[in-house]
């Protein structure tokens, strides 16, 4: 999270960044995603992390709604998701070679941006 800086420069940017930072640590976002529930975890601190990082989010997507980048008649809560879950399901199409690594990073941020783009 602090790697995007999404509070900083315009929305475009902020998520090139989270992209970039979620690839960063694919592996690792792709296994607390599919194993690991905060609101079912015994440990308070990890879930109140766990929500911040997910409102931090919430918050960029809502900020870019605001500034005309992506669409109101989708919830940041449904964006934040969208793009996690394209992010976890492009990295395992990587992993099983059905696409290129080095193509990963243009294919998520083309195909969320087409679903998510203000017009």
Same mark, same amino acid.
């Given at each position: 999270?602090?790697?995007?800086?999404?509070?900083?420069?315009?929305?475009?940017?902020?998520?090139? +960044?989270? *992209?970039?930072?979620? %690839?960063?640590?694919?592996?690792?976002?792709?296994?607390?995603?599919?194993?690991?529930?905060?609101?079912? $975890? %015994?440990?308070? $601190?990890?879930?109140?992390?766990?929500? +911040?990082?997910?409102?931090?989010?919430?918050?960029?997507?809502l +900020?870019?709604?605001r =500034?005309?980048?992506? +669409?109101?008649? *989708?919830?940041?809560?449904? %964006?934040?998701?969208?793009?996690?879950?394209?992010?976890?399901?492009?990295?395992?199409?990587?992993?099983?070679?059905?696409?290129?690594?080095?193509?990963?990073?243009?294919?998520?941020?083309? %195909?969320?941006? =087409?679903?998510?783009?203000? $017009?």
């Amino acid at each position: 999270m602090e790697d995007a800086q999404l509070e900083a420069g315009e929305p475009k940017q902020g998520l090139d +960044r989270l *992209i970039e930072s979620h %690839l960063k640590h694919k592996e690792l976002v792709s296994f607390i995603t599919q194993y690991w529930q905060a609101d079912s $975890e %015994l440990d308070p $601190e990890m879930a109140a992390d766990w929500k +911040r990082n997910e409102d931090a989010i919430d918050a960029f997507f809502l +900020r870019g709604q605001r =500034a005309g980048v992506f +669409r109101i008649d *989708i919830s940041a809560a449904a %964006l934040n998701d969208t793009l996690v879950w394209l992010i976890i399901g492009l990295t395992d199409c990587e992993r099983r070679g059905r696409i290129a690594g080095a193509a990963l990073r243009g294919t998520i941020a083309d %195909l969320f941006m =087409a679903g998510a783009r203000a $017009e």
